[in-house]
């Protein structure tokens, strides 16, 4: 590569700064030189020497993010030569929680999952067994326990929602819900919302009662009704959302927040 062409790909990388993951930060930093261009199909990578010089990074951070960057597909790295932007490389599909900026985007979130969840929990109560039943009630009392102990029950919600995904015989449902994350029960805004302890533990209780009908309808092997339950759990959740975001304005996202 002539002292230019690596000058050029050299100017695409800036210094970066400690809060977040630095090598996530390299990754992202790359990924969007990649996919808008900047960094062409087939250009090779500055080395890793060129790279720790101006982002004023490790070593290990650069492995770490080229090694990334090669599981997305987006570079390839070719033995003794070099790190290539890949032929065909696209963005790929990924949702970082330090992202979502806004409730309008915590929202759209919860209308991602809300097709995925309903399913769940339809095939939980068509193809689940006895075991993965008790399991789900287990996880329901988990949370009832938690909310008894004056705490936000957000380990123990996420807990049930994977529990049904289990309960559906495909493994691909709860990979996606640990995808999404503990995000997926945001908490943080009942305690802006609800200040007084009673008041939060009245509004998480009310939640588990939408939490026990959709472990009912389960364990009366009622998909129809299951995936009913389901539904209504979760477009009570966005409307629940939709009122902080009209209290709160378009702010952002709560860390966490009833599911």
């Not at 890793?48 to 290990?60: D, F, L, P, Q, Y």
Request: hydrophobic share 40%.
């Amino acid at each position: 590569m002539s002292g230019k062409a690596s000058d050029d790909l050299l100017s695409a990388f800036r210094p970066l700064s400690a809060p977040r993951g630095l090598t996530q930060q390299l990754v992202t930093q790359i990924t969007g030189d990649i996919t808008s261009g900047r960094l062409v199909p087939g250009s090779r990578l500055p080395t890793e020497k060129e790279m720790m010089s101006a982002t004023g990074v490790s070593r290990t951070v650069v492995r770490e993010a080229v090694a990334c960057l090669r599981a997305d597909g987006l570079v390839v790295v070719r033995q003794g030569v070099g790190a290539f932007v890949a032929s065909h490389a696209r963005r790929p599909f990924r949702i970082e929680v330090e992202d979502l900026h806004s409730l309008q985007e915590a929202l759209q979130i919860m209308e991602l999952r809300t097709g995925v969840e309903i399913e769940a929990a339809g095939l939980a109560a068509e193809r689940g067994a006895a075991a993965q039943f008790e399991k789900i009630a287990t996880t329901y009392e988990m949370i009832e326990s938690a909310i008894d102990r004056g705490e936000t029950a957000v380990d123990e919600d996420f807990a049930f929602h994977c529990s049904i995904a289990d309960a559906t015989g495909n493994s691909q449902f709860r990979r996606f819900l640990e995808y999404l994350g503990r995000f997926i029960i945001p908490r943080q805004s009942i305690r802006r919302s609800l200040p007084r302890m009673e008041d939060q533990r009245s509004y998480l209780h009310r939640i588990q009662r939408e939490h026990l009908e959709i472990l009912d309808c389960i364990r009366q092997g009622a998909p129809a009704r299951a995936r009913a339950a389901m539904r209504r759990h979760l477009v009570n959740s966005r409307r629940r959302y939709e009122k902080l975001k009209a209290e709160f304005g378009d702010g952002p996202a709560p860390a966490e927040t009833p599911s």
